[in-house]
């Protein structure tokens, strides 16, 4: 299993831009190779936000986020990104990366399992 931490969460001005990291200690090696970032707002439940393969190729959207946030990966550092533009207040939740769901559609239709971070804090303000 790999051990998650977030970070780059902070308050963003509406139409701004913010950086969030996942890095990933543990059994990289082997492990890390689906990983997913999710949000949560406050009183609504988690919702996908996309997800990337180890290759890197082809990384899933929400339909919310798409044309606005890009997922990447740094295999070597072991830390997938979600740069965030174009942000809406919309966007305000704590947001979390999971890795290596036991069950999962790359679409976050079913993720299962699996390890997932704290989360960091993102707040838009209008």
């Known amino acids: 299993q790999v051990e998650l931490v977030e970070s780059g969460g902070g308050l963003v001005q509406a139409g701004g831009s913010l950086g969030l990291s996942c890095s990933a200690s543990?059994?990289?090696?082997?492990?890390?190779?689906?990983v997913g970032w999710f949000r949560q707002a406050p009183g609504k439940e988690r919702e996908f936000v996309a997800a990337?393969?180890?290759?890197?190729?082809?990384?899933l959207y929400a339909d919310s986020v798409k044309g606005r946030f890009t997922i990447s990966r740094d295999n070597v550092k072991n830390i997938v990104y979600l740069q965030m533009t174009n942000v809406k207040t919309e966007d305000t939740a704590t947001y979390l990366c999971?890795?290596?769901?036991?069950?999962?559609?790359?679409?976050?239709?079913?993720?299962?399992?699996?390890?997932w971070g704290q989360g960091t804090r993102v707040t838009v303000s209008s």
């Open positions: 999971s890795a290596d769901p036991t069950h999962y559609k790359m679409d976050g239709t079913t993720w299962v399992g699996g390890s």
């Open positions: 990337i393969d180890w290759s890197g190729h082809n990384p």
């Open positions: 543990g059994r990289t090696s082997s492990r890390w190779k689906i």
